[in-house]
């Protein structure tokens, strides 16, 4: 069984308005992630994969190199954010993930990022 990820995610997903369009069926929403690292040595972000569904179950998929421009280097027991968006067709998703990510040692592991909701407020009730 591999080893668990020494990394805790967190996720914040919030609805923007100002950069919708809903009658264009354009929803955008941003997300904060903050990625702590709870293991005993630093941790290297090296890429990251998105699996992005909407309502329709439409899916988008993203992988690239690193988070907003950045390969962050996570010392034990701190922590990196970073705020990023998604825009789907409805007014309602998901979003779900993983970071490919190494250790000081040069240990690759996967983080996973649970499933979070994307949601304009109306659209849920």
Do not use: C
């Not at 923007?16 to 690292?37: G, V």
């Not at 950045?70 to 789907?88: D, H, M, N, R």
């Amino acid at each position: 069984m591999p080893e668990s990820a020494p990394v805790e995610i967190k996720v914040e997903s919030q609805f923007l308005p100002d950069q919708s369009e809903p009658a264009q069926q354009r929803f955008a929403f941003a997300y904060t992630i903050t990625i702590r690292n709870t293991g005993e040595e630093a941790v290297r972000l090296l890429n990251r994969h998105w699996i992005i569904t909407d309502g329709d179950n439409q899916v988008q998929e993203v992988q690239g190199e690193g988070v907003i421009g950045k390969q962050p280097l996570i010392p034990p027991g701190e922590s990196f954010s970073y705020t990023s968006g998604a825009v789907i067709d409805t007014a309602v998703g998901t979003m779900e993930g993983s970071y490919e990510m190494i250790s000081a040692s040069g240990r690759p592991f996967i983080a996973p990022i649970g499933i979070f909701s994307l949601a304009r407020p109306s659209a849920l009730h």
